[in-house]
């Protein structure tokens, strides 16, 4: 009964891992991208163009916000 429950345990924490770190890849590169949109779109000559690009920022602050905590997480496991 132990072991089962050690190795259910174990299997659990390890697929959370993973998990966290798939959503924290996720994220990077939706960061990435919705910087990229956003600094494509404000050099634009159109003014609807220009104005996408101000409400991409709608999508960058939280995301900015997760890439944070993920940093900070980062840096917390390898003190």
Known sequence: MITTVTAVSSITAASSV???TALSIVA??????FLTTR???SVSA???SQRVG?????GIIPLLLVF???VATAIAELL
């Not at 990077?28 to 991208?33: D, G, R, V, W």
């Not at 101000?54 to 709608?58: G, L």
């Open 39 to 41: 600094e494509l779109l």
């Open 46 to 48: 159109t003014h609807s």
């Open 54 to 58: 101000r409400f991409m920022s709608v």
């Open 68 to 70: 944070a905590a993920v």
């Open 28 to 33: 990077t590169i939706s960061l990435i991208a």
């Open 18 to 20: 993973g998990l966290a």
